[in-house]
């Protein structure tokens, strides 16, 4: 009986283990979801400016990417193929940082609007965020023409 009860006890054990293991891995695929989903919500309103809206309102220089002049985005920390000049205009609609909580993890937004060259500008989004100590991101980005804000 005592050798049954402690095969018991390590079995439950392992499962236990188990399924903390798989309730971490699921609360950590939500919130990298919802860093998605905040990421997604503000390329849509990057896409529904008008051409002079779509510029940074102000410039962060110590945000993160940007090269060292600060008035450029790093190509290679951006995973583009070349350093992009930062589009920074009074009257731009995209704010350069932001945090949001969502439950009870907060989320670090960075919004960079770039010249891509041929009546295009990059909107890359940034979002930071930290779980259990450890540190996570997500990067998105669109290309919008000016010809199709018209």
């Known amino acids: 009986a005592l050798f049954a009860s402690v095969v018991v006890v390590i079995m439950i054990s392992g499962v236990a ?20 989903a905040l990421a997604v919500e503000r ?10 809206e779509i510029a940074m309102s102000t410039l962060v ?10 008035l450029h985005l790093d190509g290679a920390a951006a995973g583009l193929p070349s350093d992009e000049a930062l589009v ?3 009257s731009g609609l995209i704010a350069a940082h932001s945090s949001e909580s969502v439950d009870t993890t907060s989320y670090s ?3 960079y609007v770039t010249d ?12 930071v965020w930290s779980v259990g100590g450890a540190s996570y991101s997500h990067q998105t980005s669109t290309l919008i023409a000016e010809a199709a804000t018209r």
Not at 18 to 35: C, I, K, L
Not at 44 to 51: D, K, Q
Not at 116 to 126: D, K, N, P, T
């Open 109 to 111: 937004i960075w919004q």
């Open 88 to 90: 920074v205009d009074a």
């Open 116 to 127: 891509a060259g041929g009546g295009l500008r990059r909107f890359v989004v940034l979002v």
């Open 17 to 36: 283990s188990a399924m903390a293991a798989s309730f971490r891995g699921s609360r950590d695929n939500a919130v990298a979801q919802e860093a998605t």
């Open 43 to 52: 390329l849509e309103f990057a896409r529904s400016l008008i051409w002079d």
């Open 61 to 70: 220089t110590d945000a993160p990417m940007l090269s060292s002049d600060g």
